[in-house]
């Protein structure tokens, strides 16, 4: 079993829809997730952060963790064309160890 | 937010020849530095951790002869690919990490797109 899981998609959704992009992971002890977006040919780029579990909202997107289940969620409301990417969720047990990163889930807004 | 650049964006050589990425971090210092590798829709591979001032850590399977990584000063780290092959051809991204941060957090480059003929 891979330590970090996610759907790869594509996932294709039409403008204005809620996105809902999720991981699950095996290692109990993970406490920071991240989720970065990666435009095509871009390097990935910082959307949130969590520490533990519980959700967390910046604007149209809300990151949501479950520790008991495993489990984080990206939700994106509203989603606009501009969302069009790969979104990558990343997880370390303590500060200053490596990310570990899932594979990342290929998204698309249809206008 | 802090800014991580990278130099060249993008590179063709020919089979054979050596190649160098430079990473910087542009507002904020860094510590430690990582290389990824990234073959098209996959994900990131974790190839080598940089620390200032002393020998890179590599990952299983990485070859360090080949991959030759440089870290000299707080803001830059530089990735040499030695005698390139056509199967050296992907996106490398170098990351920062900037231990201002709460849980140190990582910025990533923009990415250089290696090609080999």
């Known amino acids: 079993q891979k330590e970090v899981e996610q759907d790869p998609g594509p996932l294709s959704v039409p403008e204005g829809a809620i996105v809902s992009l999720n991981c699950t992971y095996s290692?109990?002890?993970?406490?920071?997730f991240m989720w970065y977006r990666q435009y095509s040919r871009k390097g990935p780029e910082l959307l949130m952060y969590?520490?533990?579990?519980g959700n967390k909202e910046d604007g149209r997107f809300t990151a949501q963790v479950d520790k008991s289940s495993k489990y984080i969620s990206l939700f994106i409301r509203d989603s606009q064309p501009s969302d069009s990417a790969t979104y990558l969720c990343?997880?370390?047990?303590?500060?200053?160890?490596?990310?570990?990163f899932g594979p990342g889930t290929r998204l698309s807004v249809l206008p | 937010g802090a800014v991580v650049s990278q130099h060249p964006s993008r590179v063709i050589c020919k089979s054979g020849t050596s190649v160098k990425i430079e990473c910087r971090s542009l507002?904020?210092?860094?510590?430690?530095m990582f290389w990824y590798r990234q073959f098209p829709k996959k994900s990131l591979m974790l190839m080598a951790t940089?620390?200032?001032?002393?020998?890179?850590?590599?990952e299983q399977g990485v070859e360090k002869d080949k991959f030759l990584i440089n870290h000299a000063s707080l803001t830059l780290s530089t990735l040499t690919v030695t005698s390139a092959h056509p199967e050296d051809s992907s996106f490398y991204i170098c990351?920062?990490?900037?231990?201002?941060?709460?849980?140190?957090?990582?910025?990533f480059g923009p990415g250089t797109r290696l090609t080999v003929l």
């Open positions: 507002d904020f210092q860094a510590t430690t």
């Open positions: 969590t520490y533990s579990s």
């Open positions: 990351s920062a990490r900037d231990v201002e941060g709460s849980y140190n957090e990582q910025f």
């Open positions: 990343a997880m370390l047990e303590v500060a200053g160890q490596n990310f570990v």
């Open positions: 940089s620390n200032e001032g002393s020998k890179a850590t590599y």
């Open positions: 290692n109990s002890a993970f406490q920071y």
